[in-house]
């Protein structure tokens, strides 16, 4: 893990320092970047099959050796070392401030070395006016379950749960042997068996109102599977249906807190969004609860279904006493 994370910015630095030095010795660049000059042959020798989209004579990065010496002849436009913009370094500090949050991260220190590079880098490039500050205070509930959590994950120790399902809106009780904590799309999850499903299930942490660690051992049965995250955690289900909303900026917190794809930009900081859901009741409760911040577009029964249960509610609301 280390040799690749070092390499992508060795490799993003070498064209731009090769420019302003031509004629280097390999052995100076290898000095001046820390590592062996063997490895340096490795990197210059992939940097020759990198360029411009065509990739062909005139596309990619030209080098010149003569002796133990290199000069770059063409640079495919990386003349400039990568900077960062405030916004770029930002969106990497709070990823990076997640991963480090996540329990059972295999080089926590590595991670905090990256956070701290990107940190100092931002502090000295910055603009004026731009601050990243992302120092936040952790709410006790939420470090309380965190630390509860990892606890149970790394002493192998069953746990007891409080745990919120939206798509229910309810909250349940349930015992589960932890496996593993995931970090999936900027968000912890915690990877158990869970006893009363009879299987594996990924709950989020920020949705565990309360978790005790037990004194029993976890045990989940051999056939215990990690969930395949690769390509997401949540794929299209055929009995599932598709709505198609357009949530309203107040509104916007669904995409954030519920299963949604596609999400695209409308005018006024509205989204439209796609949401899969298999029951219809529940789907019609929890638009109704948002009122006037989202419209449903499709499918056609949906929005009749919402449109019908609004217009009831409202002639009950007339026949209520004035108050």
């Known amino acids: 893990m280390t040799a690749s994370t070092d390499r992508l910015p060795r490799l993003l630095a070498l064209v731009p320092y090769l420019l302003a030095r031509p004629g280097v010795p390999i052995d100076e660049v290898a000095e001046d970047f820390e590592v062996t000059p063997k490895q340096i042959r490795k990197d210059l020798e992939l940097l020759w099959?990198?360029?411009?989209?065509?990739?062909?004579?005139?596309?990619?990065?030209?080098?010149?050796?003569?002796?133990?010496?290199?000069?770059?002849?063409?640079?495919?436009?990386?003349?400039?070392?990568?900077?960062?913009?405030?916004?770029?370094?930002?969106?990497l500090l709070v990823a990076l401030r997640a991963l480090a949050d996540t329990p059972g991260v295999a080089d926590q220190d590595a991670v905090q070395r990256a956070a701290a590079k990107i940190e100092?880098?931002?502090?000295?490039?910055?603009?004026?006016?731009?601050?990243?500050?992302?120092?936040?205070?952790?709410?006790?509930e939420t470090a309380r379950v965190r630390d509860a959590v990892s606890e149970g994950v790394l002493s192998r120790r069953a746990l007891h749960l409080r745990?919120?399902?939206?798509?229910?809106?309810?909250?349940?009780?349930?015992?589960?042997?932890?496996?593993?904590?995931?970090?999936?799309?900027?968000?912890?999850?915690?990877?158990?068996?869970?006893?009363?499903?009879?299987?594996?299930?990924?709950?989020?942490?920020?949705?565990?109102?309360?978790?005790?660690?037990?004194?029993?051992?976890?045990?989940?049965?051999?056939?215990?599977t990690p969930t395949d995250t690769s390509e997401g955690l949540f794929r299209p289900d055929p009995s599932q249906r598709t709505a198609v909303l357009v949530l309203e900026p107040d509104a916007r917190w669904v995409a954030e807190y519920y299963p949604?794809?596609?999400?695209?930009?409308?005018?006024?900081?509205?989204?439209?969004?796609?949401?899969?859901?298999?029951?219809?009741?529940?789907?019609?409760?929890?638009?109704?609860?948002?009122?006037?911040?989202?419209?449903?577009?499709?499918?056609?029964?949906?929005?009749?279904?919402?449109?019908?249960?609004?217009?009831?509610?409202?002639?009950?609301?007339?026949?209520?006493?004035?108050?």
């Open 49 to 91: 099959m990198c360029g411009l989209p065509g990739y062909g004579p005139g596309d990619l990065i030209d080098l010149s050796f003569e002796g133990d010496t290199v000069t770059v002849t063409f640079d495919a436009g990386m003349s400039r070392p990568l900077r960062l913009t405030a916004a770029e370094a930002t969106s």
């Open 120 to 140: 100092a880098a931002v502090g000295q490039a910055q603009p004026a006016g731009v601050a990243v500050g992302l120092a936040m205070r952790e709410a006790p």
């Open 163 to 224: 745990y919120y399902t939206p798509s229910r809106d309810e909250i349940t009780e349930r015992v589960v042997d932890p496996m593993r904590v995931l970090l999936v799309e900027g968000r912890n999850y915690l990877e158990a068996w869970c006893r009363a499903a009879d299987g594996v299930r990924l709950f989020r942490l920020d949705r565990i109102d309360a978790v005790d660690v037990l004194d029993e051992p976890a045990a989940p049965p051999p056939h215990a």
């Open 260 to 323: 949604t794809d596609g999400l695209v930009e409308l005018d006024g900081g509205r989204a439209r969004v796609l949401m899969r859901y298999a029951d219809t009741a529940r789907m019609v409760r929890l638009l109704l609860g948002l009122g006037g911040e989202v419209h449903v577009e499709e499918p056609a029964d949906l929005v009749a279904e919402v449109a019908r249960q609004a217009d009831a509610a409202l002639r009950r609301a007339d026949h209520l006493p004035a108050t």
